[in-house]
């Protein structure tokens, strides 16, 4: 599988984006689906995902829960991160990735194999 991620920009704390990944073949309910971001000087970081087991459930990291929602459209093989109130600690380049791991070590980047080329998302107050 191969994916595509689109959709950062620079906005105001308080605005919101919606960053797209796209990937190249039917990935939901095969891989493992996650959102991850890296700030500069700082480790890549779980978001959110969806488990390759786990239906249309999702899963989010506490820092983001209530303002970020995680939506797919299995048709077009794509997922989307939708990212409400976003607040300057949110810069970072935001990575989707595919992996096969353990539905318990969704969260873990190193499970996952595949990763699209990233987008900046720059949030200034």
């Known amino acids: 599988v191969q994916l595509q991620a689109s959709g950062g920009g620079s906005v105001q704390a308080g605005d919101s984006l919606r960053v797209s990944c796209a990937a190249s073949?039917?990935?939901?309910?095969?891989?493992?689906m996650g959102w991850f971001r890296q700030a500069p000087g700082k480790e890549r970081e779980f978001v959110c995902g969806?488990?390759?087991?786990?239906?249309?459930?999702?899963w989010c990291a506490d820092s983001v829960k209530g303002r970020f929602t995680l939506s797919r459209d299995t048709a077009l093989n794509t997922m989307y991160l939708q990212m409400n109130n976003l607040k300057p600690e949110d810069t970072a380049v935001y990575f989707c990735a595919a992996g096969l791991g353990p539905t318990g070590l969704l969260r873990q980047s190193s499970t996952y194999k595949t990763w699209g080329q990233g987008t900046q998302v720059t949030v200034s107050s």
């Open positions: 969806y488990s390759k087991s786990g239906g249309l459930n999702t």
């Open positions: 073949e039917r990935a939901f309910g095969r891989y493992n």
